[in-house]
């Protein structure tokens, strides 16, 4: 009890940005969470830094429909947030493909970059939502902190802003997601206070 | 006033997500044993019977379409379940909400599915940006896997069916059902010429049945309470709840679970009426795939067919709310705007058509002379591309397009 209370405490402490630690906190108390029996254990969106692109790949089986999945996992474990011709060339001789047809699959969606972005890749989402309810606003407020358009990065490689569709927040538009991060509501003070604690964190 | 019907999402808020026993304590995993005991051709009847229609947007019947999956290619080596998970269409987040609050409901569904047509391979395919919904289905696979619910010999059952998450990358097209099976083999998103539809040449070829989030989140319910009990919700034709998801100018935006025939009026009201207590203007029923209506469809029911009859669509229940003083044709122009992006450029009368669209709503918007002739212009682009375009995304500007300027042409 004790224990699930101190979690609670955080929550209401840290508020809404952290409700995975309720989660937490009603697991604690009934959830058993052991260890899986199977060998499974990727998770697909984590940040894989401490690995090679090499040991990324190698987790999956090589066949064609996994390109996507192992070009998510190259990406995220690139600190500047893109796919090196490098990786798209291992990637390509591990799935026996031709090195055109995976940049021709890395060029076509638009989650994966063939330039360097920033360590922090900011989502402001453009759909009519959101632009209802001033997203547009928000842009300015992003371009006055950061001072840089869309699609570019900050001079200190810390930040890239870019469009987003539809993120499907709406009940709480405007939207945006830092990273793997969704943030709701925003206004101006809320927008600046993120980046200030992302700046803060490094 | 009209309340809410929980069939899908009772243990929204009320079970942890990432607790399978906490799942299967509020009943999770029981409609999987009863379907289990069944032969598959029952299972297919029952859901049949049930009327159930997919949930993704297009209203199919869902029975109907797991019978066809059932009996093509009964020579194909394999045949496989895809859960359509890449939910994009704006103003949409029902499925965002069933995969991060309950993830077992669907996956249950997902499992049904399989039997029915005895597939004993699955697909989620989930949109990269669901990061939350990927991490709660991830970890709900691993503990159904721990718990027998997948692998081999499935309780016992002697059937043996396992999925695997696919990840999409920022592509609205892929949503469309044969270019999600392209973008699933680790394609460009492309369209696939139809037929042949999924069910007779899906995923590498084989009998496919791919199933939206919400439509596979019935099943469960429907095989452990029965068709007939499910039929007592909703309408005739159009059976069961829907979640809609209202956005815009209303005081309490969110997801609401209503059954099928509610009217719009109706929706707003649960939604805490309008934001700051102003005037209905319009709304965007569906998405940008979807139509405007204005103040003289509040009392219509939604269910597929009536909206269809009266030159709306209900699509997946998206509902954006539009207030007097907005600006309708900034949303058209916000609609048409994306389609140009997200158009894969396979259909010059796409390609071209998508970016003259958006050049001209830009006019639109600005107030230029000659708007009447300007938007019949538009309209009549729009129905060139929905004639000459191979997928659904050429097909859609038309209606949010004509259903614009039924209703709005005087304001311009």
Redesign the interface.
């Known amino acids: 009890m004790l224990e699930s209370g101190y979690f609670l405490n955080i929550y209401l402490y840290f508020g809404r940005h952290f409700s995975g630690l309720l989660d937490m906190a009603g697991a604690q108390q009934h959830c058993l969470r052991g260890a899986s029996k199977h060998q499974d254990q990727k998770v697909l969106t984590d940040k894989h830094i401490h690995m090679s692109t090499e040991e990324i790949i190698k987790q999956f089986e090589p066949a064609q429909h996994n390109l996507l999945n192992i070009l998510h996992a190259v990406q995220n474990s690139h600190p500047q947030n893109y796919l090196t011709e490098q990786a798209l060339e291992e990637t390509a001789r591990y799935l026996k493909l031709t090195k055109s047809s995976v940049y021709g699959v890395a060029r076509y969606y638009t989650m994966f970059s063939l330039k360097p972005r920033g360590r922090h890749l900011i989502r402001l989402c453009v759909s009519p939502v959101c632009e209802l309810l001033k997203a547009n606003d928000i842009l300015a407020i992003l371009q006055k902190h950061l001072g840089i358009g869309v699609g570019e990065t900050t001079s200190d490689g810390l930040f890239t802003l870019e469009f987003s569709e539809c993120l499907g927040q709406c009940q709480e538009a405007p939207s945006m997601m830092i990273n793997d991060q969704v943030y709701n509501g925003l206004d101006e003070e809320e927008t600046g206070r993120v980046l200030e604690e992302i700046r803060k964190k490094k | 006033m009209m309340e809410e019907k929980k069939i899908l999402l009772k243990n929204v808020g009320v079970i942890?997500?990432?607790?399978i026993?906490?799942a299967i304590r509020a009943g999770g995993y029981e409609g999987l044993k009863k379907a289990l005991k069944m032969a598959p051709a029952q299972v297919i009847d029952e859901l049949e019977r049930s009327g159930l229609r997919g949930r993704g947007g297009a209203g199919f019947p869902t029975g109907m379409k797991q019978k066809f999956t059932s009996d093509s290619c009964l020579k194909c080596p394999q045949r496989y379940v895809v859960v359509n998970a890449d939910?994009?269409?704006?103003?949409?987040?029902k499925d965002?909400v069933i995969m991060e609050k309950d993830p077992h409901l669907y996956l249950e569904g997902t499992i049904i599915a399989a039997f029915a047509i005895q597939a004993t391979k699955g697909y989620i395919y989930i949109r990269?940006?669901?990061?939350?919904s990927?991490?709660k289905t991830?970890q709900a696979i691993?503990d159904a896997?721990?718990k027998g619910f997948l692998g081999k010999n499935i309780l016992g059952s002697g059937f043996d069916f396992d999925v695997e998450?696919?990840?999409?990358?920022?592509?609205?097209l892929c949503g469309e059902e044969l270019t999600m099976l392209e973008?699933?083999?680790?394609?460009?998103?492309h369209p696939r010429i139809k037929p042949p539809f999924p069910a007779e040449k899906g995923a590498?070829g084989m009998p496919t049945l791919v199933n939206n989030v919400e439509t596979l989140a019935n099943l469960p319910r429907i095989i452990e309470h029965g068709s007939e009990w499910y039929r007592t919700i909703g309408t005739e034709r159009s059976p069961g709840t829907k979640i809609f998801?209202i956005?815009?100018?209303v005081a309490k935006?969110?997801?609401y679970e209503l059954p099928m025939g509610v009217t719009l009026q109706e929706l707003i009201d649960l939604a805490g009426g309008m934001r700051n207590g102003r005037a209905f203007k319009a709304a965007?029923l569906g998405?940008?795939a979807g139509t405007f209506v204005d103040a003289s469809m509040l009392n219509e029911r939604m269910t597929y067919d009536n909206l269809r009859e009266k030159g709306a669509t209900l699509g997946s229940g998206?509902v954006?709310v539009?207030a007097e003083g907005?600006n309708v044709s900034?949303?058209l122009y916000?609609?048409l705007r994306?389609f140009k992006?997200?158009s894969?450029g396979k259909c010059v009368p796409c390609r071209v058509g998508t970016a003259q669209l958006v050049n001209k709503a830009g006019q639109l918007r600005n107030g230029h002379s000659g708007n009447t002739t300007l938007l019949q212009q538009m309209v009549r682009e729009a129905e060139i591309m929905a004639g000459t375009s191979l997928c659904p995304l050429g097909q859609s500007p038309i209606l949010p397009l004509e259903s614009f300027s039924r209703y709005f042409k005087e304001l311009q």
């Not at chain 2, 939910?87 to 987040?93: C, S």
């Not at chain 2, 998450?165 to 609205?172: C, T």
């Not at chain 2, 973008?183 to 998103?189: H, T």
Request: charged share 30%; hydrophobic share 20%.
């Open positions: 942890d997500p990432g607790c026993d906490d939910e994009g269409e704006p103003g949409t987040f965002r990269g940006e669901y990061h939350e990927i991490r991830e691993r896997r721990n998450i696919k990840l999409g990358a920022g592509s609205y973008s699933l083999e680790g394609k460009r998103g590498f998801t956005s815009g100018q935006p969110g997801y965007l998405g940008a998206a954006i539009l907005d900034d949303i916000n609609c994306f992006h997200e894969c």
